[in-house]
């Protein structure tokens, strides 16, 4: 574990968010399993540290650009279970009214300008926002969240190499966990991936993406470089999922063994290090995160429960949003 100056109310957010993020997959996946929840979605399990370590080192001014695999990302940044738990749902309480789903949600309030269904979808979006900060003299940053199949994107270039020319505040964080869908990422990638942003001139970091303290003490540094006109960056964040693709992906042992998700389950879980590194320093005891974690839980079942029985949008809202060329 990254050591860091210690902040006992700083620590015990970024513990409570990963709790948060890993409980709200776990009853997303319930929903899909017992057939309340309509289409597919994708589980953030066991990526945590990397949503949150990133996301405590932004201000609500500051925007992310999330990916189908974007809860985590929409929790880190300040979501709420309720609205997100609505909008899975397809109800009109949710951040979207319900018509954006799982792939969609976005929170602008948050300074999350959504998720994207589109592999690599928003490195256009992101490099945007980044300009539109640079153009209105503001010092918010943007952080570009996408896997490494998304390396594979021409898009991915194009907006980096704009990026590099006119100095934008971005941060593209690709969250590396082994696998683009069903292919292990070294048959999908050739060579090394921070090297494609070196390409560019764009400083490159690899971190550990299960440590939740090594991953925000990086973010920290380059966000604060950001907005004195230093960037980009680009940070590879070498993590893993412990569901499959999607939640109905259920028999990998084709693509990986039980002996891999075992091993990162017991051994390399973010929560579960950082846990131990709290104790162990005295920041908390395993009562007082016991407490948080069946807090946490209660918080989630009540937001379920609402959820379940939130209306759902009237029919008159059809074209509402909808807007002509």
């Known amino acids: 574990m990254a050591k860091a100056k210690s902040n006992t109310e700083d620590y015990l957010r970024m513990y409570r968010q990963m709790v948060r993020i890993r409980t709200f997959e776990d009853n997303a996946n319930q929903l899909y399993l017992s057939a309340k929840m309509p289409g597919l979605t994708h589980m953030y399990s066991g990526e ?14 500051d925007r992310i650009t999330s990916t189908h695999r974007g809860h ?8 709420e279970f309720k609205q997100m ?14 018509k954006g789903g799982s792939m969609h949600i976005a929170d602008q309030s948050h300074g999350n300008l959504g ?3 589109i592999v690599g979808g ?3 979006i992101a490099t945007g926002s980044a300009l539109r900060a640079k153009l209105q003299g503001a010092d918010d940053v943007t952080v570009c969240f996408f896997g490494d199949g998304a390396t594979a994107q021409g898009l991915m270039y194009e907006v980096m190499n704009m990026a590099a020319l006119w100095n934008l ?15 292990k990422t070294e048959e999908i990638a050739a060579g090394s991936i921070t090297a494609r942003a070196e390409a560019f001139g764009i400083e490159a970091h690899r971190v550990d993406g299960q440590d939740v303290l090594a991953v925000n003490d990086l973010t920290r540094k380059l966000v604060a470089r950001a ?30 063994s039980k002996a891999e998700e075992k091993e990162w389950k017991e051994n390399r879980d973010p929560i579960i290090r950082f846990r131990a590194h709290l104790v162990s320093e005295g ?13 946490v839980e209660k918080d989630a079942a009540e937001a379920v429960a609402y959820a379940l029985d939130a209306a759902y949008p009237d029919a008159s809202e059809v074209d509402m949003h909808v807007f002509a060329a």
């Open 115 to 117: 998720a994207n269904a």
């Open 72 to 79: 985590g990302h929409c929790v880190a940044k300040g979501a």
């Open 227 to 256: 907005r004195k006109g230093e960037g980009p960056f680009f940070m590879e964040l070498m993590t893993y999922r412990y569901h499959g693709h999607h939640v109905g992906d259920i028999n990998r042992e084709y693509y990986r």
């Open 169 to 183: 505040p971005v941060i593209y964080a690709c969250e590396n966990n082994g696998y683009s869908e069903y292919t």
């Open 283 to 295: 920041i908390a005891t395993e009562d007082d995160l016991d407490a948080m974690n069946a807090e």
């Open 122 to 124: 928003s490195m256009g």
């Open 85 to 98: 738990f609505c909008e899975l749902l397809g109800k009109a309480e949710g951040y979207c009214r319900g």
């Open 48 to 61: 945590e540290a990397v949503a949150v370590g990133i996301c405590e080192a932004l201000t609500d001014d």
